[in-house]
Structures are given as C-alpha cells and as structure tokens.
C-alpha cells in the first residue's frame, strides 16, 4: 500500500469534503483532454482523439497538480474514491460534446476498482445509455495498475463485463501501458482490445537504449498480428517521434505535440 504523506492526505480530504458537504464548493472536477494523433496518408498528421485526465479545479487558483496519481487512494479511502470516481465519469460524458464530432475520446476506467465495482459499472452503463449518439467515439482504456485484481473468478468476471457494454453500445477498448510484464493484464489481451498504448517507460528510453528499441518493435510486431492499433505514448522530442515512426507507428501521444500542432483542452 502507498505510504501517503500527510499533505496529501491533507489535499485529497479537503477536496472531497468542499465537493461532498459545501453546496457552493470552491472546488470542481475538471478533466483535461490530452491529444492522441494519428498519422496517414490522406490527412497527415492530425488530431485523432483525446484522452481524458482526472483534474481538479479551483475557483481561485485553477487546475491543481496532483502529487500522486489519483486511483492511488482508492486503497486507503475507497468511499471517497467512488464519489469522485462518479463524479468524473458524469463530468466527462457531459463534456463530450465539446469534442469534434470527428473524434475519438479515451476514458480512463479500472478493471478491479471499476469496472469490477457494481456501483460504478452501472453508473458507466447509465451514462453510455443516455449518450447512445456518441458511443461509437467512446474508448475506454483499461488502466494497467490493476496489480489487486489477483484471482481468475475476479478477471474472468471484469472480461466479461467488458464485453458486455462493447457488445451492447459499440464502443472501443484500449488497454494503457503494454508491456510492462502484469500477468493478468497480458490475459486481458483475450478481450481483443481496439488500441493499445505501448508502456511509457520504453517509449521515453527508445532512443538511449538499443534493447529497449527492439522491445518495443517486438510489442509493435504482436499488437500488428492481432489487429489492435498501437499507440506511442510519451513522445516527448523529435528523436522519439522520428524513431516510432520509423517502427511503424500510426498513432502517438505526448508533450511533443502540445501547443503546436494539438493544443491540450480545459473542459
């Protein structure tokens, strides 16, 4: 379990109690949608779709960092975990329209916090209910830190509730950070994911390392043969894109592009 320093703690409880006591709170859920880009022969490079980051935002000081990554506290608090958890999900459906009719939005759920949690998983089926006309936009990525999900029963049944809502609202899976060796995430490959996001780590370090480089080709080479797009994440220079490319990458995300050619957008 995550070790928290007190002012995180601090940060995350006061948060929670504006959103959850104060009828006028100063504090708001405000997801951030960070560009994915694609690159083809018919449009170049251009803005496929964005995926959408857990932020808060305050009245007077704007979007707060984040210390820790957020699904961090949902082991040590997780009824206020679930609040914001729906809170966010509401708050990115609702602000799907402001997103090109054209593009993709990428929706970060977990498999054992989320999906496997009945009161969210019928709140996410509720929402893709009443948001029929833009399900075929909808990706929900599967996070990878799901290192809790430990039992077959507990996987077999998160599989099987993926399957469920795509076969049911026609919406696209894409697992985050391939690569990084959790064996019940490499079971997850089963579902047949639309995307998948190539772990950051080797992206960062694919033009210091000839090893990494050769991982990386190799995790392209599988994602090819099962007909899932792979994504590079953490394109963070020219180096890194030209590399990528050079494998064979269509898709690609990361500070590279911000502010140039895909502008992050505060929803």
Do not use: W
Request: net charge neutral.
């Amino acid at each position: 379990m995550y070790n928290f320093l007190q002012e995180e703690i601090n940060q995350f409880e006061k948060i929670y109690d504006d959103l959850y006591f104060n009828p006028t709170p100063q504090y708001t859920i405000q997801p951030i949608l960070q560009p994915i880009l694609k690159k083809d022969t018919i449009n170049g490079l251009h803005v496929f779709g964005y995926e959408s980051l857990f932020r808060v935002h305050h009245y007077k000081h704007g979007i707060l960092p984040l210390s820790i990554p957020f699904y961090i506290y949902s082991e040590q608090f997780p009824d206020k975990y679930l609040f914001l958890t729906k809170k966010n999900l509401i708050t990115v459906f609702n602000k799907i329209k402001v997103v090109k009719p054209t593009n993709k939005v990428f929706i970060n759920i977990s498999l054992s916090r989320d999906i496997l949690n009945d009161s969210i998983f019928s709140l996410l089926i509720e929402l893709l209910q009443e948001n029929k006309e833009n399900n075929k936009r909808i990706v929900l990525e599967i996070l990878e830190n799901d290192k809790i999900l430990m039992s077959q029963a507990g996987l077999k049944k998160g599989i099987k509730r993926i399957e469920q809502i795509r076969n049911k609202f026609d919406i696209n899976i894409a697992l985050d950070d391939y690569g990084t060796g959790n064996s019940n995430f490499d079971k997850l490959l089963y579902i047949e994911p639309d995307f998948v996001k190539i772990d950051g780590y080797f992206i960062k370090n694919i033009t210091k390392d000839e090893k990494i480089k050769k991982i990386v080709e190799h995790l392209f080479l599988v994602c090819s043969m099962h007909n899932m797009s792979a994504i590079a994440e953490f394109v963070e220079n020219e180096k890194i894109f030209q590399t990528v490319q050079n494998i064979g990458f269509k898709y690609f995300q990361g500070f590279f592009f911000h502010g140039r050619l895909a502008p992050v957008l505060f929803v």
